[in-house]
């Protein structure tokens, strides 16, 4: 599978569909799978979310992951990477995202649905008569 940048919006409901294709750009059967998609921050040393995908159709390598605005309040406006690893019988792969055989891809989590909150601060109209007492 090779990856593009991803958007996660906070607040909302996030629904990421996924194609596995091998290197000849072909369907990937991926029949008897589990897939687990995780966000790592950039740095790589701490793990913000964790879901396992749901397969849609496995004869042509389709599946989503779905990250409910519950899911997205609570990760940092910032950005990350994700990883999807593949379970079938007793082997754990990952799923490679890139040209390099990187394990990982990058993701941009983002504020755009829901802005963070930016206090007001007050505001006095001096008057002809000079400050108000």
Known sequence: MYSKKLTIN??????????????????VNITGSDLMF???NLQGDVQLLEKPMVIL????????VTLSAGDTTALPTEPASYSIDRIS????????V????????DVDI???????F?????V????IYGPEI
């Open 110 to 116: 983002q504020d755009s649905v829901l802005p963070a």
């Open 57 to 64: 159709n496995a004869l042509t390598g389709r599946a989503k």
């Open 89 to 96: 019988g007793n082997l754990t792969e990952a799923v490679f």
């Open 38 to 40: 995780r966000l790592i």
């Open 124 to 127: 006095t109209i001096p008057t």
């Open 10 to 27: 906070k607040g909302v409901d996030n629904v990421i569909l996924f194609e596995f294709v091998n290197q000849d750009q072909k369907p």
């Open 98 to 105: 890139d040209a390099q055989a990187q394990a990982r891809a």
């Open 118 to 122: 930016v206090p007001s601060h007050t």
